[in-house]
């Protein structure tokens, strides 16, 4: 066969008609200040030129595979509006939402669906909750109320949900917020919202989660955790996965390698794949949420993960087994 479309060190093999790649998902919570620098770009002209400029490569590579808009943390009706005015919205399929009602936001659980038909009445676009979780912060209990309450709200109101998250994050790591500590209590929940704490053992609300919801996991870069991952989604039934590539880490040496063994082992799931942060050498500023000096090396950063990852001309080569040696890098960020 035909080797694939893309750097000569590319180790990624898909399999032979297998589509991993469900949809592309631009960006992360871009009206959240953790996740893009709105004081450099107030109105999201800029946020909103480089989401259309990345959205043309997709459609030019992969015209079948859906656009997700960076899914809005808080939701927000009058920031979709403003987006629309930039005509952002003519370039994605989906439009997506995040929300933490029993963590963060300033709203009852009992509300998503009118949170959900909020943007419903601002765009014609799909609706995705791409992210939605409960943390055991208090207890465990509060979780399982939580997880199967939204279960509940959500199974029948929109066509694609993604539980926040599978694993712990790890003490010893920082959460990607900007307060940190400054958020108080707040800040410390971010540690809390796995269905599997990190010690690998189960919370009681994993074994109410419904299946036919997805998962959102990040992971880190040589993320040591990706075996448990893979373990713990096959044992859960789950085919829907929200994962990212990040931008910035793309840039580190020896990126590709990892980000090649990151999606073979993931390619037997259904992902959702989400692009975003800025490399803090390419920013207006020096941070991953700063807006880049160049607008179009997002979309060139966007074709790159394209042409490798959703459309590589197939090539034969086996999956790396669970639980090899070789499957993936042990170490840690």
């Known amino acids: 066969m035909p080797a694939i479309r893309c750097r000569p060190q590319c180790t990624f093999r898909l399999e032979p008609d297998r589509r991993m790649i469900e949809a592309i998902k631009l960006w992360n919570e871009p009206n959240n200040l ?9 109105e999201w002209l800029l946020f909103g030129e480089m989401t259309v400029l990345a959205a043309e490569q997709v459609r030019e590579l992969a015209p079948g595979v859906p656009i997700v808009l960076g899914g809005m943390s ?14 952002v919205l003519d370039h994605v399929d989906i439009v997506a939402v995040h ?29 995705w909750v791409t992210e939605v979780g409960v943390s055991s912060f208090g207890a465990d209990e509060v979780q399982l109320f939580g997880l199967r309450r939204t279960q509940e709200l959500l199974r029948d109101r929109v066509e694609r ?15 990607t917020t900007r307060h940190r500590e400054s958020e108080g209590s707040s800040y410390y929940r971010h540690f809390y919202m796995g269905l599997v704490r990190d010690d690998g053992t189960p919370k009681p609300a994993i074994s109410h989660f419904d299946p036919s919801f997805g998962i959102c996991q990040w992971f880190h870069f040589e993320d040591h955790r990706i075996e448990r991952a893979v373990k713990w989604l096959r044992r859960m039934g789950v085919r829907k996965l929200r994962t990212g590539l990040s931008w910035a880490d793309w840039h580190r040496p020896n990126a590709q390698a990892w980000f090649d063994r ?22 207006r500023t020096e941070h991953y949420t700063s807006p880049p ?8 950063f966007t074709r790159e993960v394209v042409e490798r990852y959703v459309v590589p001309e197939r090539i034969s080569g086996s999956v790396p087994s669970i ?11």
């Open 34 to 42: 953790s996740h893009w620098d709105f004081h450099q770009d107030p």
């Open 74 to 87: 808080p939701i927000d009706a009058h920031f979709l509006r403003l987006l629309d005015s930039h005509g």
């Open 99 to 127: 929300g933490f009602p029993l963590d963060w936001n300033h709203w009852r659980l009992d509300e998503w669906p009118d949170r959900i038909g909020e943007i419903e009445a601002v765009s014609p676009k799909p609706v």
């Open 161 to 175: 949900v993604f539980w926040y998250s599978l694993l712990d994050l790890p003490p010893a790591w920082e959460a």
């Open 262 to 283: 990151q999606m073979t082992m993931l390619q037997e799931f259904d992902i959702t794949l989400t692009l975003c942060f800025t490399p803090p050498s390419r920013g």
């Open 293 to 300: 000096e160049d607008l179009a090396e997002f979309a060139e």
């Open 323 to 333: 639980g090899s040696a070789s499957a993936f890098t042990t170490s840690n960020r």
